[in-house]
């Protein structure tokens, strides 16, 4: 299958200051990429879906202004963690999408995110 | 809005098979998929139903049935390597193709 690449694997960041995550198409071009959040022994929640040189598309009750998405280019998006705080330490994972909207998407490895 | 319940937990003993059940509502279907997590790790794709029927993919079949909204994942001859959870995830056109995850079936296997 596809390859998607998410850095870092693992992270621990102060209070207040911003994190950022980047999740990678290596081998295809990423139309849509979609990115979620997992809570420890829960499922994937999804965060947002961003489609490449437009702006992201949040679910409800994410906050635009805290967690930011920059899709730029075809085969790279990243999330942003700005002013963080402890209640934001959770796993963060991407996945990817080519062309066919109807086809798998594949995911990165996913990001442990620690506010401390 | 989609609906996708599955069990929370199961237990199954080494070489056994186990069926991991799940139920959905959603309107404009358009694929179901079974990823396996294990504890830490991303979820890594096991299968794809969008017709209805039976799709075997070596120890691991997946079964869809499109209008009583119920798919299951079969897993036989288990592993101690296939204790983790199993999310089932729906595709709906009317959700703009994205992804809804059920709550994950944490599968155990013990000797």
């Known amino acids: 299958g596809a390859v998607v690449s998410q850095h870092p694997s693992r992270v621990i960041c102060k209070s207040g200051t911003s994190v950022k995550i980047e999740c990678r198409s290596l081998d295809f071009q990423a139309t849509t990429m979609f990115w979620y959040r997992q809570f420890p022994k829960k499922s994937l929640m999804l965060m947002a879906t961003?489609?490449?040189?437009?702006?992201?598309?949040?679910e409800q009750g994410v906050e635009k202004d805290k967690f930011l998405i920059n899709h730029a280019s075809l085969t790279l998006s990243t999330l942003t963690v700005t002013s963080a705080h402890p209640e934001d330490s959770s796993f963060y994972i991407c996945?990817?999408?080519?062309?066919?909207?109807?086809?798998?998407?594949?995911f990165g490895q996913g990001t442990r995110l620690t506010v401390v | 809005g989609q609906n996708i319940d599955q069990p929370t937990e199961m237990t199954a003993t080494e070489g056994a098979i186990v069926q991991i059940n799940c139920t959905y509502q959603?309107?404009?279907?358009?694929?179901l998929f079974w990823y396996q997590q294990h504890a830490g790790e991303a979820p890594t794709f096991l299968s794809y139903?969008?017709?209805?029927g039976l799709e075997e993919k070596g120890r691991f079949s997946s079964f869809l049935s499109r209008s009583k909204g119920y798919s299951y994942l079969l897993l036989k001859e288990l592993q101690m390597k296939d204790s983790a959870s199993y999310l089932c995830?729906?595709?709906?056109?009317?959700?703009?193709?994205?992804?809804?995850f059920g709550g994950g079936t944490r599968v155990l296997v013990k000797p």
């Open positions: 959603t309107s404009g279907f358009n694929g």
């Open positions: 995830a729906v595709m709906a056109k009317a959700a703009g193709n994205k992804l809804t």
């Open positions: 961003s489609n490449e040189g437009s702006k992201a598309t949040y």
């Open positions: 996945s990817a999408r080519g062309r066919e909207s109807n086809t798998e998407a594949f």
């Open positions: 139903n969008v017709l209805d």
